[in-house]
């Protein structure tokens, strides 16, 4: 009888014995009925240990006798490959992958050749990760690692139908230095992009205001008004000036009609005085000629006044383009000059009656 089984002898004894006190107390049995129920169940609870002695038990003892072994665990290999090359989307970028291989080898027949479970292996991991590689931009490593988790997560068997391999703690970069070109790259597209995109804003703009705006004086001034609701009388003002600027963006002169709108152009003033100066210079020259004796029917005296004039513009005097007309002028009154030696002797002579008169 084993001790289960004795446990639920005595579990079944209590609850008779309780049951005959219960019902003793309901019915109100004489004295002598307490002692002839105690003694039945007391005979009850022997027949049934003895019964229980003489079966045989299902397993028999001797079986009982060790505990059940465990079952073996199946032994496994592996291998840590570390930043394999693997092609990328993009030619010359190779994304880096560094994994944890383990595999199993498959039972064959008897007389099958010897193989290398951790090639088969490792070539069936990179093989199913090439797979995957592939079809990514080098840029995308993140995820290129997370799927490579998911796909080489199972164990499955290689083509020569040798090993069941799989990888863990997959691992996926790049190079530093195609890293930082492919940093280059994105600023790059960035930059381009950017400049695209403000190059086609201001052929937009550029066109608006040619072919719409500028088209003519009257599409300006109702461009203005539209910008300007309120202020009329300024629309009015600036006719002009809106018509300047339309004949220049279109290269076309003003319209007549438009002509009395357009404010006359200002003679430029710093300019004005520097002539007048240069005239009255030349007057004041011309009377100091007059008085150094050299009269308008000397030929020495455009002799004179070219050399008066190209030593004030070696000098780089303001008056000296005026006395260089001034000396053209005179040459061109005589057109027969004088032959050199004389033009010398005459050049002389002058310069020593100037330097007396002087």
């Given at each position: 009888m084993s001790s289960g089984q004795k446990i639920l002898t005595a579990f079944l004894t209590?609850?008779?014995?309780?049951?005959?006190?219960?019902?003793?107390?309901?019915?109100?049995?004489?004295?002598?009925?307490?002692?002839?129920?105690?003694?039945?169940?007391?005979?009850?609870?022997?027949?049934?240990?003895?019964?229980?002695?003489?079966?045989?038990?299902?397993?028999?003892?001797?079986?009982?006798?060790?505990?059940?072994?465990?079952?073996?665990?199946?032994?496994?290999?592996?291998?840590?490959?570390?930043?394999?090359?693997?092609?990328?989307?993009?030619?010359?970028?190779?994304?880096?992958?560094?994994?944890?291989?383990?595999?199993?080898?498959?039972?064959?027949?008897?007389?099958?050749?010897?193989?290398?479970?951790?090639?088969?292996?490792?070539?069936?991991?990179?093989?199913?990760?090439?797979?995957?590689?592939?079809?990514h931009p080098p840029h995308r490593g993140s995820l290129v690692q997370h799927q490579l988790a998911g796909a080489l997560g199972t164990m499955e068997q290689d083509p020569t139908g040798r090993v069941l391999a799989m990888a863990e703690n997959i691992q996926v970069s790049l190079s530093e230095a195609d890293r930082e070109r492919l940093e280059k790259l994105a600023t790059v597209r960035k930059d381009e992009a950017v400049w695209e995109h403000e190059r086609k804003w201001e052929q937009s703009k550029r066109a608006y205001l040619g072919e719409d705006v500028l088209a003519s004086t009257g599409s300006a001034v109702v461009w203005w008004l539209a910008k300007n609701d309120d202020r009329v009388d300024k629309a009015v003002a600036d006719i002009g000036l809106l018509a300047q600027l339309t004949s220049v963006a279109n290269d076309e002169p003003?319209?007549?009609?438009?002509?009395?709108?357009?404010?006359?152009?200002?003679?430029?003033?710093?300019?004005?005085?520097?002539?007048?100066?240069?005239?009255?210079?030349?007057?004041?020259?011309?009377a100091a000629l007059q008085g150094l004796g050299l009269d308008e029917d000397d030929p020495a005296r455009s002799l004179f006044l070219r050399r008066v004039a190209e030593a004030a513009r070696a000098a780089r005097?303001?008056?000296?383009?005026?006395?260089?007309?001034?000396?053209?002028?005179?040459?061109?009154?005589?057109?027969?000059?004088?032959?050199?030696?004389?033009?010398?002797?005459?050049?002389?002579d002058l310069l020593a009656g100037g330097v007396t008169g002087l």
């Open positions: 209590l609850i008779g014995g309780l049951l005959i006190v219960i019902i003793g107390l309901c019915t109100a049995w004489p004295w002598w009925c307490w002692p002839a129920a105690a003694l039945t169940l007391l005979v009850l609870a022997r027949l049934v240990s003895l019964s229980a002695r003489r079966r045989r038990p299902t397993i028999p003892q001797e079986h009982l006798l060790e505990p059940d072994r465990p079952i073996p665990p199946v032994e496994r290999w592996e291998k840590v490959v570390r930043e394999v090359a693997l092609p990328s989307a993009s030619p010359d970028y190779d994304f880096l992958v560094t994994a944890l291989v383990r595999w199993v080898p498959i039972d064959v027949a008897h007389g099958a050749p010897d193989v290398s479970g951790s090639g088969l292996a490792v070539d069936a991991v990179l093989t199913r990760a090439r797979t995957i590689t592939v079809t003003i319209p007549a009609p438009l002509q009395p709108y357009v404010a006359p152009v200002a003679p430029d003033t710093p300019a004005a005085p520097e002539a007048e100066a240069a005239g009255a210079a030349t007057d004041l020259f011309v005097l303001s008056g000296a383009d005026a006395l260089d007309r001034l000396a053209t002028e005179e040459e061109e009154r005589y057109r027969d000059p004088l032959p050199p030696e004389e033009a010398g002797d005459a050049d002389g």
